[in-house]
């Protein structure tokens, strides 16, 4: 490789890795952990699915109990299957019947009249900020209502029956999977047009995937020579490298694969724009329906009860026998109690059984007919085959526990990489060559990446163990307990400005607080391992196996990094013992010139180090 190309590459790939990767360490730890998401939810509430089951006529059941307290009639329900197959989002829009809709914004405007003078008989300052606190938790409530107050938006749980607000009902896993994609973010008011977190998580996606590329490019020549090169008895730096450019390449199909997905997932919105100016007349509505996401059909409400008796459980019932091999994903309900009420299926095939196959069917209740139907196991559309291609490979949820655990390695293994790329940044550019202030700046940057990587790991086990301990968890605790100790521990680490010390502490108290964690849940719920592994929980053991193991590899890193500090340090103290009585017995200063055989000349001392020692000694 010529000099040109090669300084084009190596340019191209240390300057978009630096640009992102504190952003991308926080997706891939959050991403890592996300595939366990179902899992974790399991651990958390101590229930374990167990292939949760139930019957459809459930979803009768939860219609009439809603329409005890809200009227129905003309409205669309829509039911958002989740992951692990039996918990559903329930999503209830508002009225087409005007009648029904002039009866909500009434009550809404009795409930409006009494808040009012609720705050004339009380003190009004605090009545103002606890209406103004319930309006900001509204509106931050993230999915759903979209600031309708006659729509409803909630969790239901239909093996156990139990509707849960999203707020009330969020969960770490919830948490770590909206994370990976920078949701949280969304929440802190930049207007970009779309959201912000989507957007900088699709940004960086797509930055990633120059660094990888160009990353590979770099490597090309010694790809072959350098791919089982690891020498982990040498100095720090040289460890570095060894494990940046091993597991680089290793995890390079992954790693390639993710930012390649998460682009198209993360980033659709971006490329369907243009398509829905130029083919839909701008309306990107229709454009997510013609590619399945969603089915926003309107059909014209007739003000006309439905004399015919339907029953949602039958219905699924009845689709389940036509489609064996297949699974819900979404039930559309279209104006509800009208004789215009139609039912849109969307289901999906199982792994087992056909990798990408989706199915879709369109029912007019009125006169029990099938408006159209198209199988969910049979005649796959390139289509289907392209976004469940994309989804399974994201997801990992098509080889059960070996593959999430797989990717969960890879994840973790990227991390890893990230970690060592910062630190060959550092080290390549902390010379005395280099301006003062421009290494000054340096060590900063890579000390704040470096501090808000590495106190990840125990911020997350320590959020494990409040989870387990609080006795009430919402979406508001987790938050606070996350981002405040993850936010005071990495300033801490910021300030002490030890990248050395920040590596060593992050990785002690990550791993003893992962220990902690199947220990504190088995004193609060009793689940011991040995327990889970008995009943058959397997969700539960497997987050705390994961814990456990994270632990123990962790305090295995642990000790032999401190091995190896103790050890260069002890060399470095006999060299400089060595110097030092060469230099006295030769008469040599140290002010000399080292080229003339008058001494060498000491390297200058940084003031951004502490105790005069390398601020990049691990």
């Known amino acids: 490789m010529n000099l040109r190309r090669y300084n084009i590459y190596f340019n191209t790939h240390t300057i978009s890795g630096i640009i992102i990767c504190a952003i991308l360490y926080v997706i891939f730890f959050a991403g890592s952990f996300s595939f366990f998401k179902n899992e974790i ?6 229930e374990s699915d167990k292939g949760g089951t139930y019957r459809n006529i459930v979803f009768d059941h939860l219609l009439d109990s809603i329409g005890r307290i809200k009227e129905l009639k003309g409205r669309d329900i829509t039911f958002y299957m989740q992951h692990n197959g039996h918990s559903s989002y ?19 405007a009795q409930k409006e009249l009494a808040e009012k003078k609720q705050l004339a008989v009380t003190d009004k300052g605090a009545a103002v900020e606890d209406a103004k606190a319930k309006d900001e938790k509204k509106k931050k409530s993230g999915r759903g209502r979209r600031g309708n107050e006659d729509s409803m938006y909630f969790s239901y749980d239909l093996a156990t029956k139990k509707p849960s607000d999203y707020s009330d009902g969020y969960t770490m896993g919830e948490f770590l999977y909206r994370l990976h994609f920078l949701a949280p973010l969304n929440q802190i008011g930049i207007n970009i047009g779309r959201p912000f977190g989507y957007t900088l998580a699709g940004l960086v996606s797509f930055i990633f995937l120059f660094a990888l590329i160009s990353g590979l490019m770099l490597h090309w020549d010694k790809i072959k020579s350098n791919f089982f090169v690891f020498r982990p008895g040498n100095k720090w730096k040289t460890i570095w490298t060894d494990m940046h450019t091993a597991l680089g390449v290793i995890g390079f199909p992954y790693q390639f694969m993710y930012a390649l997905t998460g682009i198209v997932l993360i980033v659709n919105s971006v490329l369907i724009i243009p398509f829905s100016k130029y083919l839909y007349d701008g309306k990107q509505d229709e454009v997510y ?3 399945g996401y969603n089915d926003n059909t309107k059909y014209t409400y007739l003000y006309e009860p439905l004399t015919t008796t339907f029953n949602m459980g039958d219905f699924l019932d009845k689709l389940e026998k036509k489609w064996p091999n297949s699974h819900m994903n979404r039930i559309f309900v279209k104006n509800y109690g009208d004789k215009s009420m139609h039912v849109v299926a969307l289901y999906d095939a199982n792994i087992d059984k056909n990798f990408a196959g989706s199915g879709r069917l369109i029912y007019r ?10 199988s969910a196991a049979e005649n796959g559309s390139y289509l289907d085959y392209m976004k469940g291609f994309i989804y399974r490979l994201h997801l990992a949820d098509f080889g059960g526990y070996p593959v999430k655990i797989i990717y969960f390695v890879l ?8 970690i060592s790329g910062i630190l060959i940044w550092l080290v390549a550019r902390d010379k005395t060559n280099i301006p003062k202030r421009k290494r000054i700046f340096n060590f900063w940057a890579a000390n704040v990446f470096m501090a808000s990587c590495l106190t990840m790991f125990p911020v997350t086990a320590m959020t494990f163990i409040a989870v387990k301990l609080a006795t009430k968890v919402d979406q508001p605790f987790i938050f606070h307990v996350y981002f405040y100790s993850w936010l005071a521990l990495g300033i801490f680490y910021i300030i002490r400005r030890n ?24 004193i609060k719920t009793g689940s011991w391992i040995w327990e889970t592994y008995r009943s058959g929980s397997n969700d539960i053991l497997l987050v705390d196996l994961l814990w456990l193991s994270l632990g123990i590899i962790g ?16 060399n470095g103290k006999k060299a400089s013992g060595k110097t030092t009585k060469s230099n006295t017995k030769s008469g040599n200063s140290n002010d000399g010139d080292s080229a003339t055989g008058t001494g060498s000349p000491l390297p200058p001392k940084r003031a951004f180090a ?3 020692k390398p601020a990049t000694e691990i």
């Open 90 to 108: 329930v999503n209830i829009g508002a009225s087409q019947d005007t009648i029904v809709a002039n009866k909500a914004r009434a009550i809404a």
């Open 41 to 46: 939810n399991a651990w958390q509430k101590n």
């Open 555 to 570: 305090l295995l890193i642990f000790k032999r990094m401190l091995q190896m500090t103790k050890k260069e340090n002890v």
């Open 499 to 522: 990248i050395g010390k920040t590596n060593l502490e992050t990785l002690l108290l990550g791993s003893v607080l992962s220990l902690a964690v199947p220990i504190v849940n088995g």
């Open 365 to 374: 209740v009125a006169d029990n007919k099938i408006l159209f139907e198209k």
């Open 411 to 418: 994840g973790i293994m990227g991390c890893f990489v990230i």
């Open 289 to 291: 329906a013609a590619l």
């Open 610 to 612: 502490l105790k005069n």
